[in-house]
């Protein structure tokens, strides 16, 4: 995924570079590159479920932070 952005008129290059900074790790491309660096094996089902078990942990916290 190719990623840019174009210098607005008033906008210094601090703020541009900050800019593309955020959409670059919007795009979730450096997670892939650093996933796809090393090869690792399949998650086991086990694993699966305890990481779901945790993300359910903290979507839980986030709904009582929110409500």
Same mark, same amino acid.
């Given at each position: 995924?190719?990623? +840019?952005? !174009?210098?607005?008129? $008033?906008? $210094?290059?601090?703020?541009? !570079? @900050?800019? +593309?900074?955020?959409?670059?790790? =919007?795009? %979730? #491309? /450096?997670?892939? @590159? %650093?996933?796809?660096?090393? /090869?690792? %094996? /399949?998650?086991? $089902? %086990?694993?699966?479920?305890?990481?779901?078990? !945790?993300? =359910? #942990?903290?979507?839980? !916290?986030?709904?009582? /932070?929110?409500?």
């Amino acid at each position: 995924m190719i990623v +840019y952005t !174009i210098k607005n008129e $008033s906008e $210094s290059n601090e703020k541009l !570079i @900050l800019r +593309y900074k955020k959409m670059f790790f =919007q795009t %979730r #491309v /450096a997670n892939k @590159l %650093r996933n796809g660096r090393y /090869a690792t %094996r /399949a998650l086991s $089902s %086990r694993k699966i479920r305890e990481k779901a078990i !945790i993300r =359910q #942990v903290y979507r839980d !916290i986030n709904e009582k /932070a929110r409500a």
